[in-house]
C-alpha cells in the first residue's frame, strides 16, 4: 500500500489549494479514501473522506469550504479546499479506509499546508 500526497504549501488567508492523494499497491477503485491533518501540538483530526461510490463526507468544521473527489483512472483523490484559514495550518495525510469507512489500513507522508499572510 502506497500513498503520495502532493499540492500543499503557503497561502494566503481566503486563498485555496488542491491536494492530491496518488495510491498504488491496492483496488482504488474498491478502496475508500480520507484525509486527515495535525497542526503543530494538536492531535491528527479527520478532515474528509469519499466512499467507493464517490460521496464524500466532511468535518462539521469545514463549514463546506472543502470538496473531496477521486479519479479512478488515475487512481487518485483530490481535496480541494478553498476559502482557507490560518487555523487550516497543518500536515495534510490521507488515508486507505479510515473513518467512517472503518480503521485506516495505511497513510501517506503528508504535506504541508501553510495559510499566512
Known amino acids: 500500500v502506497l500513498l503520495v500526497e502532493s499540492g500543499g504549501g503557503l497561502v494566503q488567508p481566503g486563498g485555496s489549494l488542491r491536494l492530491s492523494c496518488t495510491t498504488s499497491g491496492f483496488t482504488f477503485s474498491t478502496s475508500a479514501i480520507t484525509w486527515a491533518r495535525q497542526a503543530p501540538g494538536k492531535e491528527r483530526e479527520w478532515v474528509s473522506g469519499i466512499s467507493t461510490g464517490g460521496v464524500g463526507h466532511y468535518a462539521d468544521f469545514l463549514k463546506g469550504r472543502f470538496i473531496i473527489s477521486r479519479d479512478n483512472a488515475k487512481d487518485t483523490v483530490y481535496l480541494q479546499m478553498n476559502n482557507l484559514e490560518p487555523e487550516d495550518t497543518a500536515v495534510y495525510f490521507c488515508?486507505?479506509?479510515?473513518?467512517?469507512?472503518?480503521?485506516?489500513?495505511?497513510w501517506g507522508q503528508g504535506t504541508q499546508v501553510t495559510v499566512s499572510s
Open positions: 488515508a486507505l479506509g479510515g473513518f467512517p469507512f472503518g480503521d485506516p489500513r495505511g
